[in-house]
Each structure stands twice: as C-alpha cells, then as structure tokens.
C-alpha cells in the first residue's frame, strides 16, 4: 500500500505543486511588503512574459509525450494518423525500440530550434512590455539584468525539455514529480537564507532561478538512467522528415492552441501594466497569480495521469479508460473547489495580519475569476482528452475564444473596467461550450450529458453556491 502511494503520479504531483507553493509562500510576504508597489509589478510581470514566450513550444510538449506513450504501449507508428477512428482493444506486447529512438532523436533536434526561437522571442517581448514599469525603479539597469537571467535559465529548461517530455511518456509522471518536489524542498534552505540575511527582489529572482536549473539537472540525471534501462541507444538528434510531418499534423495545432490560449490569458497583464496604475496593476497582478496557482494544482492531477491516459486510448482500451478519465477529473475538481474556498477564507485575513503593499481585486473580479477559470479548465480538460485520440480541434476553439474574447472587451471596457477581462473569457467560454461538446466527446464514444452529468455539472453547481455566500458576505 505504500509502495502503491509512493508511486502515485497524483500524490507526488500533489507533493510537488504544494512544495512549489510553499516556497512560493516564503516569498510571497516579502514581496508584497518590503518591496516598493513598482518592485512588486516588476516581479509579476517577469513570470507572466516567461508564460506568454513559452508558447514558442507550439504543442510539440504535448504531442511528443503522447506518441511516446502511443509506442512504449504497443502502438506502431503507422496507427497514429487514425487512431481516432481505433474502437477495438489491440497492441503488441513489446514496444518497437527503432520507432522509440526515432521519436526521441527527432524530438531533441526540435527543441534545439526551439530554444533559439524562445531566447530571441522572450527578449523582444520583455523589452516591449518592461521598458515602461521598469523606469519607476531606482536602478532600471538591475531590472535588465534580472531579465536576462531569466531568459537565460528558462531557455535551458526549454532546451532540455525533451528529457521530461521522454519521462512523462513512458508514465514516470511519479518519479519527476517526486524528484522536483525534493529538490524544490531542499531549495526552500537557499530562500530561507536570501529572505532572512540578504533580502532584495534581486536576491529573491536569482535564488528562484538557481533553484530550477537545480531541478533541471536532476530530472536529466534520471531520465538518463531510465534510458539506458530501457537498452536504447544515445540520443543524437536528426530531422528525420517522414516523422516530423506526422508530428507537424498534430502538434501545429496544439502550437496554435498555446500561442492564443497564453495571448488571450496575459494579454490583460500586459494592458493593465501598461494603462493602469501600479497600484491597480499589482491588485490585478496578485489575484490573477492566486488564480494561476489553483490552476497549477488543478491541472497537475489532471496531467499526471494524461500518459495512462493516451496509452488506454491508444489502444482503444474503453471499459478502463472512462472510470480513469472520471475518476481523474472527480480529484481535479475537487482540487480546484477546495484551493478556492481557502483562498475565499483566509487571503484578506493573511494580507491584513502580514500588513501587505497589495491587496486583493474588488469581490466580483474573483467571483469573475473564478468561473471563467472552472469553465477554462473543463474546456481543457475535454480538449486534451480528445487529443489523446489524435482528433485534434483545440485550435479552432482557441481562435473562436480570442474572437470572442476581444469582441466582448471592446463592446464592455467602458462600461465595466478592469473586471471585462475575465468577464469577456468568461463569455467566450460559454460561447464556445456548444464546440466542445459537439467536437470532443465522440472521441471517446460517449456524450456530453452522459458522462458530465456526474463530473463538471456539479462541480459548476458547488461553485455557484460558494460564489452565492461570498457575494452575500460581501453585500453585509
């Protein structure tokens, strides 16, 4: 029993999204008072541009860890293109070794491209979004340099990418999980001591990124053992076309997805630091990281288990592959209604007792906040499920999110401010709903009542009433 929870996928992504959290946490009373409002801006936005140029990743992530899965269960190559149309349990037993290093060589030889592509992209658009907030600092020239470190360590964490994609494919979800969990403890040590001895928002943006290149390097060093337990051969990367245009089919797609979903979710942060005051700009900032972090926890249980996921689906293994996918997102749910309700009932009282720079948004800007979010994650949720059949359609719902999304902002900004910006996702989520369903659950051969009327109705249903007692809390 131990061993089982030991090697839980979930419970170590727990594991890790808490102690990431946490030291997260450390921080986070710091910054928010001993740092100057414009300090605090800076450090927000610095993770919001690492997140909109990660996009250059164009879903090749995703569908590399998928066909990795696909062919350490049995599936060959040839089946990949329909898989989609698979209704009938069949694999081999033993996986092709020569399909498994070509995926792994071709993948490595993408994410050297792709690393150019980030450090180039993150330093136009850090220069664009940061050269205005970064001259209310005393010393603007500290503020470039931290820049450059961060593009500099996310950019060797985007090189090496290719290793956890490797150990996500075959189901070491647990084992990485685990590993940066542990170091990430152990880099709560370093934090401690910046915090305590040597406090500034220089200290605390360099520690932060010694700390994932740390991580880096350990995930490396396990992925490399498990590699040579599985007898392949050295990875030496080589464009191998033929492969490449299969993994273009589908991975264009989810790039796509990436590029607008990330647009459409930080392009608020780039306008409200722009045309907002650094007050208004931080409020928004903070609450808007809050949010980002219960999605971070939500998805985490959701995508530990996306490789059992693609190999149930891969070989059209349905009588395991539903309960899986329910009781998956059953957890999912629940992580994100719970981290909610704690935010609801303690973040006022934490930031009043640690006499915080920041406050929270106004009360309908978290409600807004927080429907647009569950909306956004069960639309993922079903998106990503029906990838793992190959039936891609996530970037037309992207884009139908985005034409929505902008449209509502600009018919509403007048009126409503600040708030139109989850407002008009939270629209274009409805809008897009009839999408999804119609798009996405034939896929696994089912329905939307059918399978939802158990799962996201009455998550969406506890939320509204938990909405309905903060909205009446707030009206005494």
Same mark, same amino acid.
């Given at each position: 029993?131990?061993?089982?929870?030991?090697?839980?996928?979930?419970?170590?992504?727990?594991?890790?999204?808490? %102690?990431?959290?946490?030291?997260? %946490?450390?921080?986070?009373?710091?910054?928010?008072?001993?740092?100057?409002?414009?300090?605090?801006?800076?450090?927000?936005?610095?993770?919001?541009?690492?997140?909109?140029?990660?996009?250059?990743?164009?879903?090749?992530?995703?569908?590399?860890?998928?066909?990795?899965?696909?062919?350490?269960?049995?599936?060959?190559?040839?089946?990949?293109?329909? &898989?989609?149309?698979?209704?009938?349990?069949?694999?081999?037993?033993?996986?092709?070794?020569?399909?498994?290093?070509?995926?792994?060589?071709?993948?490595?030889?993408?994410?050297?491209?792709?690393?150019?592509?980030?450090?180039?992209? $993150?330093?136009?658009?850090?220069?664009?979004?940061?050269?205005?907030?970064?001259?209310?600092?005393?010393?603007?020239?500290?503020?470039?340099? &931290?820049?450059?470190?961060?593009?500099?360590?996310?950019?060797?964490?985007?090189?090496?990418?290719?290793?956890?994609?490797?150990?996500?494919?075959?189901?070491?979800?647990? &084992?990485?999980?685990?590993?940066?969990?542990?170091?990430?403890?152990?880099?709560?040590?370093?934090?401690?001591?910046?915090?305590?001895?040597?406090?500034?928002?220089?200290?605390?943006?360099?520690?932060?990124?010694?700390?994932?290149?740390?991580?880096?390097?350990? %995930?490396?060093?396990? *992925?490399?053992?498990?590699?040579?337990?599985?007898?392949?051969?050295? $990875?030496?990367?080589?464009?191998?076309?033929?492969?490449?245009?299969?993994?273009?089919?589908?991975?264009?797609?989810?790039?796509?997805?990436?590029?607008?979903?990330?647009?459409?979710?930080?392009?608020?942060?780039?306008? %409200?630091?722009?045309?907002?005051? *650094?007050?208004?700009?931080?409020?928004?900032?903070?609450?808007? @990281?809050?949010?980002?972090?219960?999605?971070?926890?939500?998805?985490?249980?959701?995508?530990?288990?996306?490789?059992?996921?693609?190999?149930?689906?891969?070989?059209?293994?349905?009588?395991?592959?539903?309960?899986?996918?329910?009781?998956?997102?059953?957890?999912?749910?629940?992580?994100?209604?719970?981290?909610?309700?704690?935010?609801?009932?303690?973040?006022?009282?934490? &930031?009043?007792?640690?006499?915080?720079?920041?406050?929270?948004?106004?009360?309908?800007?978290?409600?807004?906040?927080?429907?647009?979010?569950?909306?956004?994650?069960?639309?993922?949720?079903?998106?990503?499920?029906?990838?793992?059949?190959?039936?891609?359609?996530?970037?037309?719902?992207? !884009?139908?999110?985005?034409?929505?999304?902008?449209?509502?902002? !600009?018919?509403?900004?007048?009126? $409503?401010?600040?708030?139109?910006?989850?407002?008009?996702?939270?629209?274009?989520?409805?809008?897009?709903?009839?999408?999804?369903?119609?798009?996405?659950?034939?896929?696994?051969?089912?329905?939307?009542?059918?399978?939802? @009327?158990?799962?996201?109705?009455?998550?969406?249903?506890?939320?509204?009433?938990?909405?309905?007692?903060?909205?009446?809390?707030?009206?005494?």
């Amino acid at each position: 029993m131990l061993v089982k929870l030991f090697n839980s996928p979930i419970l170590n992504s727990w594991f890790c999204s808490a %102690v990431t959290l946490f030291s997260s %946490v450390l921080a986070l009373p710091f910054v928010i008072t001993i740092l100057s409002i414009e300090e605090i801006n800076i450090w927000l936005l610095f993770s919001s541009i690492v997140v909109i140029s990660q996009s250059v990743q164009f879903g090749f992530n995703g569908t590399f860890s998928r066909f990795i899965s696909y062919v350490y269960g049995g599936v060959d190559i040839s089946e990949f293109k329909d &898989l989609r149309h698979k209704n009938e349990l069949s694999y081999s037993v033993e996986y092709n070794k020569f399909d498994f290093i070509k995926v792994m060589n071709l993948m490595k030889f993408i994410y050297k491209v792709l690393a150019i592509i980030y450090f180039l992209l $993150i330093l136009v658009v850090g220069y664009f979004v940061l050269r205005k907030p970064l001259l209310n600092l005393n010393d603007p020239n500290e503020g470039w340099i &931290l820049g450059l470190i961060i593009a500099i360590t996310t950019t060797l964490n985007l090189y090496y990418g290719y290793y956890q994609n490797f150990m996500i494919g075959i189901n070491k979800v647990a &084992l990485v999980q685990r590993v940066t969990g542990f170091v990430n403890l152990l880099g709560v040590g370093l934090i401690l001591c910046v915090l305590i001895f040597y406090p500034s928002l220089n200290t605390v943006v360099i520690v932060y990124q010694l700390i994932s290149i740390m991580v880096l390097c350990s %995930v490396i060093y396990f *992925s490399k053992k498990e590699y040579e337990i599985l007898g392949l051969n050295k $990875i030496n990367g080589f464009f191998d076309k033929k492969l490449f245009s299969l993994v273009w089919q589908f991975a264009w797609k989810s790039g796509i997805t990436m590029l607008i979903s990330n647009f459409v979710r930080y392009i608020s942060v780039i306008f %409200v630091s722009q045309m907002f005051s *650094s007050s208004a700009s931080a409020s928004f900032l903070f609450t808007r @990281k809050l949010f980002n972090i219960i999605e971070n926890f939500t998805m985490s249980s959701f995508n530990a288990r996306l490789p059992v996921i693609a190999k149930y689906r891969g070989v059209a293994d349905f009588d395991n592959l539903i309960p899986f996918i329910r009781q998956t997102q059953h957890i999912s749910y629940a992580v994100f209604l719970f981290s909610y309700s704690i935010i609801l009932g303690f973040s006022n009282y934490f &930031l009043l007792f640690i006499n915080s720079n920041v406050d929270l948004g106004s009360y309908q800007l978290i409600i807004l906040f927080s429907f647009s979010t569950l909306l956004t994650r069960w639309g993922g949720m079903t998106l990503s499920i029906s990838n793992q059949s190959n039936h891609v359609v996530e970037h037309i719902n992207a !884009l139908i999110v985005a034409f929505v999304y902008f449209v509502c902002i !600009l018919i509403f900004y007048d009126n $409503i401010g600040i708030i139109v910006f989850p407002f008009s996702l939270l629209i274009a989520m409805i809008f897009v709903a009839p999408f999804i369903i119609k798009n996405t659950y034939k896929s696994i051969f089912t329905s939307f009542w059918k399978y939802e @009327k158990s799962v996201f109705i009455p998550a969406l249903l506890i939320l509204v009433l938990i909405n309905l007692i903060y909205y009446k809390s707030n009206l005494l």
